[in-house]
């Protein structure tokens, strides 16, 4: 898609690595985009901060203003966006924000998004949670960054035993609703001797050489919105283990050595079939779609159609 000279406003809670992506690929196609996050104090956020994020929103539209939309991302944005007067609103939601989490949560979002001029969702579990009209537009993957390797390269690199069965939980233990509990039981229960390592606060450019050094990625969530590390261990061909969460269905259906369980015993079963030999996955066939350059053309197919260009 060729290039298209807009300025547009982004809103976010707190950058992630796919939201800072979106803003790259968007600004190579001629978008230029200013970013505005919600402040933040030691404390966490207060009532207060968003009381700053709205009034600098209202300074940042009022005439003479040149840009051209706002984009909110993530659902509780979606009103500071839409209190601004002047500007069409494109509303992308996450996913977290209209899974039953919290019913306020839901709520906000859903009249958000029903009020928006267009609507994102960036998948087929998060479009089925909407009420509202929308396009779903999956959040790319760097298949650059993410792709596959040497696992012997990458496990020199990382200084990781050559020789180890080695099962990635790529999350923080404590974070309870990740399940720590469960991934150390499918990983002990499984007949193949293997060592559940869990890595998480590493620079994003690490990612793939943890990825390509492990031989299986588990993912035992209670719930997810994504998780977008699916995508990129899938990438990355490594074969996944995942509880029913978020998307995981959607990108592992039909791939070799990946496994979406309902239960503990399903959970096992799937891992010792990851790790009964070196072959890789075939994740590497789905990323056609998952691919920044098609995010981004999809996008601003979004913008100008708002924009009626």
């Known amino acids: 898609m060729a290039s298209t000279d807009l ?13 800072d992506q979106q803003v790259r690929v968007l600004e190579e196609r001629g978008v230029r985009s200013t970013v505005v996050e919600v ?8 009532p207060s901060d968003f009381g700053r994020f709205y009034a600098r929103v209202l300074r940042e539209t009022a005439p003479p203003s040149g840009y051209d939309l ?18 069409p609103v ?10 039953g989490y919290s019913r306020r949560l839901d709520l906000i979002t859903q009249r958000a998004a029903e009020h928006s001029d267009a609507v994102i969702a960036p998948s087929k579990a998060v479009s089925r949670e909407l ?3 929308h396009t779903v537009i999956p959040f790319g993957v760097d298949t650059g960054l993410f792709r596959p390797m040497d696992r012997s390269e990458a496990r020199e690199r990382l200084g990781w035993d050559a020789d180890a069965r080695i099962v990635l939980f790529p999350y923080d233990p404590v974070r309870e609703v990740k399940n720590h509990r469960l991934a150390k039981q499918v990983v002990e229960r499984a007949s193949v001797d293997a060592e559940l390592r869990t890595v998480s606060g590493l620079d994003y450019s690490e990612m793939p050489y943890v990825m390509n050094a492990s031989d299986a990625l588990l993912v035992t969530s209670d719930r997810e919105s994504g998780p977008m590390v699916i995508k990129e261990a899938a990438a990355c061909d ?10 995981a269905r959607e990108i592992l259906e039909g791939l070799h050595r990946c496994t979406v369980g309902d239960t503990e015993t399903e959970l096992v079963a799937g891992l010792e079939r990851a790790l009964d030999s070196d072959e890789r996955s075939n994740g590497r066939e789905v990323t056609d779609d998952l691919d920044l350059d098609r995010m981004g053309d ?10 009626d260009l």
Not at 298 to 307: C, I, W
């Open 70 to 87: 706002v984009h909110a991302n993530y659902g509780l944005i979606g009103p500071f966006a839409l209190a601004q007067p002047t500007r």
């Open 298 to 307: 999809r996008l601003l197919t979004v913008y100008t159609t708002v924009l």
């Open 39 to 46: 402040p933040r104090s030691e404390a966490g956020r207060r």
């Open 90 to 99: 494109v509303l992308t939601v996450w996913g977290s924000e209209v899974m």
């Open 131 to 133: 009420d509202a009209p």
């Open 238 to 247: 490594l074969p996944v283990v995942s509880t029913d969460v978020g998307f």
């Open 7 to 19: 300025d547009v406003l982004q809103l976010v809670t707190t950058p992630r690595s796919f939201f």
